[in-house]
């Protein structure tokens, strides 16, 4: 018997229900026919955020960078990497806290970069600091077994 994922569009926000078996298959929403996935994080504000972050089956993490950031620029790539390798399985997101300073204030965001693992809108994991792919890889097996 199949089982379906509720997974939020990161386009217009529409939920989806998509059948485990078909995530590899590219799925796209049936709002808007964007892609679900597109093999990089997915710009989040105030706006979009719970809509994206906070609803769904699939866990999400989210990294809390800022441009002016030096170790957040050194972890994007490993995390637009991430992001190719680990969707659909995972959603990866990120937010700017100069331009998206509540979000931070939210989640206490203290020190950037910060990773933040949802689970349904709820935080199950953080982690502060930039990691190399393999630190990366361990945190969140650690945090989602």
Same mark, same amino acid.
Request: glycine share 8%.
């Given at each position: 018997?199949?089982?379906?994922?509720?997974?939020?569009?990161?386009?217009?926000?529409?939920?989806? %229900?998509?059948?485990?078996?078909? /995530?590899?298959?590219?799925? $796209?929403?049936?709002?808007?026919?964007? *892609? !679900?996935? @597109?093999?990089?994080?997915?710009?989040?504000?105030?706006?979009?955020?719970?809509?994206?972050?906070?609803?769904?089956?699939?866990?999400?993490?989210?990294?809390?960078?800022?441009?002016?950031?030096?170790?957040?620029?050194?972890?994007?790539?490993?995390?637009?990497?991430?992001? %190719?390798?680990?969707?659909?399985? /995972?959603?990866?997101?990120? $937010?700017?806290?100069?331009?998206?300073? *509540? !979000?931070? @204030?939210?989640?206490?965001?203290?020190?950037?970069?910060?990773?933040?693992?949802?689970?349904?809108?709820?935080?199950?994991?953080?982690?502060?600091?930039?990691?190399?792919?393999?630190?990366?890889?361990?945190?969140?097996?650690?945090?989602?077994?």
């Amino acid at each position: 018997m199949s089982t379906t994922l509720d997974i939020p569009c990161p386009h217009c926000s529409a939920l989806n %229900r998509v059948p485990s078996e078909r /995530l590899g298959e590219h799925p $796209v929403c049936g709002r808007c026919k964007q *892609a !679900l996935f @597109q093999g990089k994080p997915v710009e989040l504000t105030s706006g979009n955020f719970d809509a994206v972050a906070g609803r769904g089956d699939l866990p999400v993490v989210v990294d809390f960078w800022a441009p002016w950031c030096g170790p957040c620029r050194n972890f994007a790539p490993v995390f637009t990497e991430a992001a %190719r390798a680990l969707e659909p399985q /995972l959603r990866l997101a990120k $937010v700017d806290t100069e331009a998206q300073p *509540a !979000l931070a @204030q939210r989640f206490g965001i203290r020190s950037i970069p910060t990773l933040l693992v949802l689970r349904g809108g709820r935080e199950v994991g953080r982690q502060a600091g930039a990691l190399n792919p393999m630190q990366l890889r361990q945190f969140l097996a650690n945090t989602l077994h």
